[in-house]
């Protein structure tokens, strides 16, 4: 059974930082592409950030270029999502998701995943 469990959410002061892991049980994330997603209250899903299986493709979202920085330990089968100088704007709920695709696919459109963890809140505010 595929399960992603993200974590490492919470509150948050602008300018400050949070480290997201996305940990993988039920399969071997090393063959997956993973994204990154994130929805705040009233808005559409957006795209964060992706990572391929093999490392060669990374994608970031407009809003997280520059400040955050997706990472793979495939050893630990788990994605990371680092986040720096966060933005009040940056709230929402931060999924991560699953595509056994290989080579250098990613994606940013969250239909291109089948598989979705649960989600963990991010509040940047002070």
């Known amino acids: 059974q595929v399960q992603l469990v993200e974590s490492g959410g919470g509150l948050v002061q602008p300018g400050g930082s949070l480290r997201l892991s996305c940990a993988a049980s039920?399969?071997?994330?090393?063959?997956?592409?993973i994204g990154w997603f994130r929805q705040a209250p009233g808005k559409e899903r957006e795209g964060v950030s992706c990572?391929?299986?093999?490392?060669?493709?990374?994608y970031y979202g407009d809003s997280a270029k520059g400040r955050f920085t997706i990472t793979r330990d495939n050893a630990k089968n788990t994605v990371y999502l680092q986040m720096n100088s966060l933005k009040p704007e940056d709230t929402g709920v931060y999924y991560c998701?699953?595509?056994?695709?290989?080579?250098?696919?990613?994606?940013?459109?969250?239909?291109?995943?089948?598989?979705w963890g649960q989600g963990t809140q991010v509040t940047v505010s002070s």
């Open positions: 998701a699953a595509e056994l695709v290989g080579n250098s696919w990613c994606s940013l459109r969250g239909n291109d995943f089948d598989s």
């Open positions: 990572i391929s299986s093999s490392d060669g493709t990374i």
């Open positions: 039920g399969f071997t994330l090393a063959y997956y592409a």
